[in-house]
């Protein structure tokens, strides 16, 4: 039994190589655009509003601003934070600033917020959500952090850490989904996606 | 700064190329040997007993019997079972296997246990664990359930699928370490390695 793959226009509004990935396991076909949005959180903004706000604005730029999109694209966004201590802990700008950013993350428990946005162009209807993992450190010896600093892996990336490259030796558990760390709940938008018809896999008759 | 990677000789006793992956993420050099071991549970054997003595089998097998080996070799072997309702979920025979493996699970909370037993040659120690990682599956409805078949990813799995490929699709969250899941838990293997000085990242001088 063979199925054949169907599906509206689709368009990332994110530059992010890993969310690009979980697309591409689907083998979706779509554009991928970049948008500029101001990326900073209000006077007593609760993180998770702040993550939820950023994936639909993300969505709205993209969809308002790229003139050359189908009429009925689906257009997705995705922001991810990582929250620790009552404070986002966003890209380091220095290894120096990922090494105290691992340091506080070291041993203890942290969450991962995920934002997105599912925008359908056709309709204007909009799916949101924000999905938290928990993530627990092991407790890491400074050496094996500074060592982690220098493969520069933590460059780029929230929380200074990637939980799919070498970061993963710095994970002992999660609560909840995996792809929410690396990128965004897949699982869930495929699902909504599919849910709304705007993904289908038919049989081959 | 950059840093020198050592490590004692490696085998990997395993023929899985996501063990190979976990450990190729590190830069291990390592040589690769299948072991053929009886892979049997005794009556009234514990999941987490039988996990462990396979994966110690595993090991001791390949040590002694692959005569090319540096004499000082670590061997690092794993074995992966998915747990459900007290029967152990193997790989599935045919789709249809697959797919009533796939019912079962579904909507439901499953373990996955990873036996892992890291056995240095120089001095006969082994060390070897059990980790256990409790996967719930969303929801899925069946049409999809088909459709996941029709890939073939299902096919040499155990439990008939793959977290990191479009199995993901059928997890909503996890509950411990992720790549136990894929296939052994690297990052405490990697600890017990460095621990043991069986590796090592110095700074270069």
Redesign the interface.
């Known amino acids: 039994?063979?199925?054949i793959l169907q599906h509206r226009p689709l368009c990332l509004a994110s530059s992010s190589p890993r969310r690009k990935e979980l697309l591409q396991?689907?083998n979706l076909a779509f554009d991928c655009y970049s948008p500029q949005i101001d990326e900073i959180r209000k006077k007593k903004e609760q993180a998770e509003s702040f993550v939820k706000r950023m994936a639909i604005e993300k969505a709205r730029k993209v969809q308002q601003s790229c003139l050359n999109l189908a009429k009925d694209v689906i257009v997705l966004a995705g922001d991810t934070i990582v929250f620790f201590n009552g404070q986002i802990l966003g890209k380091p700008k220095t290894a120096n600033h990922a090494k105290s950013m691992l340091r506080q993350l070291n041993g203890n428990l942290h969450s991962v917020l995920s934002g997105y946005s599912i925008l359908d162009s056709a309709s204007g209807n909009e799916i949101t959500d924000v999905v938290c993992t928990r993530v627990k450190f092991?407790k890491i010896p400074l050496?094996?952090l500074?060592?982690y600093v220098?493969t520069g892996e933590p460059m780029g990336k929230s929380g200074a850490y990637s939980?799919q490259?070498?970061g993963?030796?710095?994970?002992?558990?999660?609560?909840?989904?995996?792809?929410n760390v690396v990128g965004f709940p897949?699982?869930n938008i495929?699902?909504h996606m599919?849910d709304n018809g705007w993904i289908s896999?038919s049989k081959k008759t």
Chains 1, 2 share one sequence.
């Not at 993963?168 to 792809?179: H, K, Q, T, W």
Request: proline content about 0%.
């Open positions: 039994m063979s199925y396991k689907f092991q050496d094996l500074e060592w220098s939980i490259g070498q993963l030796i710095l994970v002992e558990s999660i609560v909840g989904s995996y792809n897949i699982e495929i699902s599919s896999y």
